[in-house]
């Protein structure tokens, strides 16, 4: 099993994960044009995708999902909640391949098998995911503003982990944004800190995590220091690892054995 990113914050998302023969991306947060130009830099086309999996309705997560799967026929899998949601934006799901997923009910997605997790975020019925294939677990886990026992019960035995470390609560607070966002951003139902994301690995089995990507930096109120400061005060140990995803260029490939 590998993974890699076309992307990660708050201008677009898109993680891919491969076992065997079978190629998903998690989230299609770009336009159709840029998805494809991300996919041909690692050497791949949109007909190459087995299936996209979709988190929630932010259009970061979701903006070329609809276009990508009507042209190419790719299968287009949400919760119920998420596609109801974006029948409100432009063309939305329409025409495509939609097929649901209930959080907590796995499915076997060709060689891998899918859990959808349920997790506290301002959307209206948001999952991330994890994949299971030849005895190996990753996990994707982004845009939540809080660790629940059910969280960290999904997520703590993982071979590889992407996880949100989205702000530094005191750059947020000293930052540009009107205090609305701020207390949405920092909020329950927001994004995870830098120090909420070093107390959900703390809970986890780092013996076993091979790779550990942070994940949607905020570009205002993060940086990648800030959050590597907190990660390293759990994981002192085999710290090369960890890895930090960009904006522009996501991150390449990595083997989970």
Request: hydrophobic share 40%; net charge negative.
């Amino acid at each position: 099993m590998r993974l890699a990113s076309l992307g990660s914050g708050s201008k677009g998302n898109g993680t891919l994960v491969r076992a065997g023969d079978t190629l998903v991306l998690v989230d299609c947060g770009f336009t159709l044009r840029e998805t494809t130009q991300r996919l041909a830099s690692l050497g791949l086309a949109p007909e190459d995708l087995s299936a996209v999996l979709i988190t929630h309705e932010h259009g970061d997560h979701v903006r070329g999902a609809g276009a990508l799967a009507r042209k190419h026929g790719t299968p287009l899998y949400s919760t119920f909640g998420t596609a109801r949601a974006v029948s409100g934006k432009a063309a939305g799901f329409h025409g495509a391949d939609w097929r649901e997923v209930r959080p907590g009910r796995g499915f076997q997605l060709a060689d891998l098998t899918v859990t959808p997790v349920t997790v506290p975020h301002d959307a209206l019925e948001p999952c991330q995911y994890r994949f299971g294939w030849g005895g190996r677990e990753l996990g994707v886990l982004t845009d939540l503003g809080s660790v629940t026992p059910h969280v960290v019960a999904a997520y703590q035995e993982c071979d590889a982990l992407v996880l949100e470390c989205n702000h530094e609560p005191d750059l947020l607070a000293a930052g540009p944004y009107p205090a609305s966002l701020k207390r949405r951003v920092g909020g329950n139902l927001g994004h995870l800190s830098n120090q909420q994301a070093a107390a959900l690995l703390a809970q986890c089995n780092l013996d076993r995590l091979q790779h550990l990507v942070l994940s949607h930096l905020s570009e205002q109120n993060n940086t990648p220091a800030h959050a590597l400061d907190q990660v390293h005060r759990v994981m002192d140990i085999g710290q090369e690892r960890i890895r930090v995803a960009n904006q522009r260029h996501g991150f390449d490939w990595l083997e989970i054995h």
